[in-house]
C-alpha cells in the first residue's frame, strides 16, 4: 500500500502496445493468452500511447503530499520518452490517502476512447471498492468490494464475446472479474475464486468467442474438500475441474496436438501434464490411444493414420509394442505414422498394437487390418 509520502512508479503492462489515448489510441480488442495485456508487479511502470501518435508512453502511479499523481513521459519515434507531465487527482471516497499502485488501460464501452482503471494491491481498509476508472485523468465510477479482493494483477480479456474488453483481477484473495458494460461502466462479473495463491491463463477454449479463464490454485482459503485445484471458468458458466488436488501447477495454453483447438499444459516439479482439449469445452489428460480399423490391398502398402483419433502432442513418441503377424510396417510420413505392407497370401485379418508416450506418459492401442482381396 501506498501512503501520501511514498511515491513508487506502479505496474508494467507487457506483450503489446496498449492503447491509453485520451481519447484518440483506444486499447486493443484483441486479447488471448499470447498477446493479453496485464500489469507484471506493482510499482513498476507501464506503457501505453496516451496521445494518440502511435508511439508508447510510459506512466507511474505515484502519491503527492495532498493528492496521487499519474506521471506521463510521452515516446517518440525513437523509442526515447520526453521530460515527465505530472496530473493529479484524488481517488473517489475513503481513499485514506492511500494511492493505487495497479492499473490498465481499457476502452470501457467501446467508444473509441481509452480509460484508465487503477486499484490497490493492498486494499485500504473501509475503501468500500475494488476498482475505479478515470477519463481524461479524473475518477468517474468505481465498481466492486475492496474488503477482500486486493488487485495485486490486472489483466485484459473479452470475456463474453462481446467485443469489450473485461478485466480479470488476480490479488491476494484469488480471482475476480469485470465486465465491461456499453454505457462505459464497470459491473462485477460472473467469474470468481477464493484461493491464496493462483496462477492463470487465458485462452478461448470453446470458440464461442468468448475468453476462457484456466485457473491453477493453491490451498483454496481454508476449504479442506479443495486444498488445491486446477480449473477452467468456461464464458458459458461451466466450471470444469481438471484436478482436484494439482499441487499448484505453473498452466500455459497451446495447440498441442495441432487439431485447431487450444490445450493447457501444466507444469509442477518438473512434471507436464497435457489436458487436450476438444473445441467444446471437454479436456482429456493425455496420451490417449483408441483403436483403428484399416483396410488394404495385399499388393498395395497401406498407410494407415493412427494417431488421427488420439489425444497426443506432436512430440509424443509413437514405438511398436506387438508387430503384425501376416505382414511388416514400415516408416511413412510423420503425418500417416506408420505403412502396413502385407506379405501373408491368405485373407485373415491382421493386428498390431503401438504406444505413444509424452512426458513420462504413456498409452497402447491395437489397430487391425482387415484384407479387401
Avoid at 496498449?18 to 486493443?28: L, Q
Avoid at 515527465?84 to 494511492?99: G, K
Avoid at 501447477?249 to 487436450?276: C, K, S
Wanted: proline share 6%.
Amino acid at each position: 500500500m501506498w501512503t501520501r509520502r511514498t511515491v513508487a512508479a506502479a505496474l508494467t503492462a507487457s506483450a503489446i502496445c496498449i492503447g491509453v489515448a485520451f481519447p484518440a489510441g483506444a486499447a486493443t480488442r484483441e486479447a488471448s493468452d499470447r498477446n493479453r495485456v496485464a500489469n507484471q508487479q506493482p510499482g513498476e511502470p507501464f506503457y501505453g500511447d496516451l496521445d494518440g501518435d502511435g508511439h508508447n508512453d510510459r506512466i507511474s502511479l505515484a502519491a503527492g503530499d495532498i493528492d496521487c499523481l499519474i506521471i506521463v513521459e510521452a515516446g517518440d519515434p525513437a523509442g526515447s520518452h520526453h521530460p515527465p507531465v505530472t496530473h493529479s487527482y484524488q481517488p473517489p471516497a475513503l481513499w485514506q490517502h492511500s494511492c493505487p499502485d495497479v492499473g490498465i488501460v481499457v476502452d470501457l464501452g467501446g467508444d473509441g476512447e481509452a480509460e484508465l482503471v487503477l486499484g490497490w494491491a493492498n486494499t485500504p481498509r473501509l475503501l468500500g471498492y475494488q476498482l475505479f476508472a478515470l477519463r481524461s485523468f479524473l475518477p468517474f465510477t468505481t465498481v466492486g468490494s475492496g474488503f477482500y479482493n486486493h488487485s495485486s494483477r490486472l489483466e485484459l480479456a473479452d470475456l463474453d464475446g462481446d467485443g469489450l474488453l473485461d478485466i480479470v483481477v488476480t490479488g491476494g484473495w484469488g480471482l475476480r472479474t469485470f465486465r465491461n458494460l456499453p454505457d462505459g461502466t464497470l459491473a462485477i462479473g460472473p467469474h470468481g475464486t477464493c484461493t491464496v495463491a493462483i496462477h492463470i491463463a487465458l485462452a478461448d477454449f470453446n470458440h464461442d468467442g468468448g475468453t476462457d479463464i484456466v485457473v491453477s490454485t493453491l490451498d483454496s482459503c481454508g476449504d479442506p474438500d479443495t486444498p488445491s485445484r486446477l480449473l477452467v471458468m468456461l464464458s458459458d458458466g461451466r466450471r470444469v475441474t481438471l484436478d482436484g488436488n494439482s499441487n499448484f501447477p505453473t498452466v500455459t495454453t497451446l495447440d498441442a496436438n495441432r487439431d485447431g483447438h487450444l490445450d493447457i499444459r501444466a507444469t509442477r516439479l518438473g512434471t507436464v501434464t497435457t489436458y487436450f482439449g476438444g473445441g467444446d469445452g471437454r479436456f482429456v489428460t493425455g496420451p490417449v490411444t483408441n483403436d483403428d480399423l484399416a483396410h488394404a490391398y495385399r499388393n498395395t502398402p497401406k498407410v494407415i493414420k493412427v494417431r488421427v483419433n488420439d489425444w497426443a502432442s506432436t512430440t509424443a513418441t509413437l514405438t511398436i509394442v506387438t508387430p503384425p503377424q501376416y505382414g511388416y510396417l514400415s516408416t511413412a510420413d510423420p503425418r500417416y505414422e506408420v505403412k502396413y505392407v502385407r506379405t501373408a497370401a491368405h485373407k485373415l485379418a491382421d493386428t498390431f498394437v503401438y504406444q505413444l508416450a509424452d512426458n513420462g506418459k504413456s498409452d497402447t492401442a491395437t489397430v487391425t487390418v482387415k484384407m479387401k482381396d
